[in-house]
């Protein structure tokens, strides 16, 4: 089966650097993906990582060590717009993901 | 392309009911999935379809819950009796085997379900 690990809840300011991490424990891994939920809305894609490293898209940048099962995304100048629910999911298979439990942010001013 | 698209939004029935719920994938999606979200349990895979094929019905609670693909275009879920604690909102999301670390799955808006 699969374990994925993420902080309930994370607070920060407006125009600050906010990182949530995820630590995973799967049988076989295919890549990890990281989805962005506003309350009462559908997940929406951020990124996805299968090789180690950093991945960076605009305000946005995720990072994978496969060796150490840890993954986390970071969010650079926050916005107030970027609370939401952060969900961190892993393929473990062609096609299946199994979501975190997800980091709820809230942006203050 | 419309995106993922659920219905009904939202369903309010009561106990021992019959409920289906509806989704039509985005053209050329080739795997559809059918996940359950509460906030006790977070978002859970219920199933998931491969060209129109089951491939892993293992998160699917128990036998009052079923779900068909007849078609490329057309997925249900069904359940039948319905109980209280099956009130939550039911996603449906599609990909594209080649495209998905590209755009990750589509989610649908949802349908979120009240049995009363």
């Known amino acids: 089966g699969q374990n994925i690990d993420q902080p309930t809840e994370m607070t920060a300011t407006e125009g600050a650097i906010v990182q949530i991490n995820c630590t995973y424990q799967t049988s076989g891994f295919n890549g990890l993906f990281w989805y962005q939920q506003h309350a009462g809305e559908a997940p929406t894609f951020l990124s996805y990582n299968v090789l180690d490293g950093l991945e960076e898209k605009g305000r946005f940048s995720s990072f994978l060590s496969r060796s150490k099962g840890y993954s986390y995304l970071l969010l650079k100048e926050l916005q107030m717009k970027d609370s939401a629910s952060y969900l961190c999911?892993?393929?473990?298979?062609?096609?299946?993901?199994?979501f975190g439990d997800g980091t709820t942010l809230t942006v203050k001013p | 392309d419309a995106g993922v698209i659920q219905s009904p939004r939202h369903e309010v029935t009561e106990m021992g009911q019959e409920v289906t719920l509806r989704c039509k994938p985005i053209?050329?999606?080739?795997?559809l999935f059918w996940y359950r979200q509460t906030m006790m349990r977070g978002l859970e895979l219920l199933i998931y379809?491969?060209?129109?094929?089951?491939?892993?019905d293992s998160g699917m609670p128990e036998d009052r819950f079923s779900a068909k693909m007849p078609n490329a275009s057309f997925s249900t879920l069904k359940i039948q009796p319905s109980e209280p604690r099956d009130s939550a909102v039911y996603f449906c999301a599609s990909s594209q085997i080649w495209t998905a670390s590209v755009t990750g799955y589509t989610f649908g808006s949802g349908t979120r379900l009240t049995v009363v």
């Open positions: 379809f491969n060209n129109n094929v089951p491939i892993d």
């Open positions: 999911a892993v393929s473990t298979n062609a096609g299946k993901s199994t």
């Open positions: 053209s050329g999606h080739d795997y």
